[in-house]
């Protein structure tokens, strides 16, 4: 019942909040209605992560952000198709990517900040780890990769770009918070970590930089050309490339 109410309020504050509207550019909408999923704090896929090849030894558990932790909440926020329809073509990323993942990216830390609250009122105890101070997050590793923690929840499992495909695609950003009241988990409708990608290799042809091949995508050159688009477009850089006229776009293909 405690979820579904916390559905609702996360419902109604992205439909209403003023964060969700760009003055800017003629009140444009940032995001769609969100995804929800959950994972509980012991799944064994936490310590899974701290495996080289996953995310690295320094990504912390539940339990290690959060002594006593019982779940976690992840969620996925989709890019309206006004700002989906905006990037597809080549080149620069469009105006409204920029905007929608640098201010889009403000209203889901106020999201975040919503959550805490409203488990707190509850009686509970909430964080997220974007949030936190001992987050730490570079090129090659973070401490907390939303993406991963969106797969153990149920929401997804990765494509040749390491986009998280989701039942309403890439197109968009990850969230989640740290709760110690238990919820029942959202159930993984997959086994393996590539499991929705189609292995199209569009996303190879849509990147800027080349970063992704047949292999998969080299995070270093991502970010090096990311720091270029920052340099034209400050304090916004994006890209958004390989999420967008793709077929895992807005969707599971």
């Known amino acids: 019942m405690f979820l579904r109410t916390l559905e609702e309020d ?24 969100p ?21 690295g030894p320094d990504h912390l558990t539940p339990m290690e952000w959060l002594p006593g932790a019982k779940s976690v909440i992840s969620y996925f926020l989709p890019f309206t198709e006004h700002i989906r329809s905006s990037n597809r073509f080549d080149g620069k990323p469009s105006t409204e990517w920029l905007y929608g993942r640098y201010e889009g990216e403000m209203f889901n830390n106020s999201l975040r900040c919503l959550i805490i609250g409203l488990v707190e009122s509850h009686g509970d105890n909430a964080l997220a780890p974007a949030l936190d101070e001992r987050l730490m997050v570079t090129d090659r590793q973070s401490n907390w990769s939303e993406r991963h ?38 159930p993984r409708q997959y086994q393996e970590f590539d499991d929705y990608c189609v292995k199209c290799f569009k996303c190879i042809e849509r990147c800027p930089c080349g970063a992704i091949t047949e292999m998969g995508k080299d995070n270093e050159s991502c970010s090096q050309y990311l720091y270029k688009i920052l340099e034209l477009n400050k304090p916004r850089y994006a890209c958004g490339k390989c999420q967008t006229a793709v077929p895992c776009e807005y969707r599971n293909p």
């Open 149 to 186: 923690v969106a797969f153990i929840a149920g929401l997804g499992t990765f494509g040749l770009s390491r986009s998280l495909i989701t039942s309403l695609g890439t197109a968009g950003r990850f969230g989640s918070v740290i709760v110690d009241w238990e919820f029942e988990p959202k």
């Open 35 to 55: 995804l929800i999923g959950v994972a509980g704090a012991s799944d064994p896929l936490w310590e899974k992560l701290k495996e080289p090849q996953v995310v």
């Open 10 to 33: 996360i419902a109604n504050f992205t439909k209403n909040s003023s964060q969700n509207f760009v003055d800017e550019l003629n009140m444009m909408q940032i995001w769609d209605q």
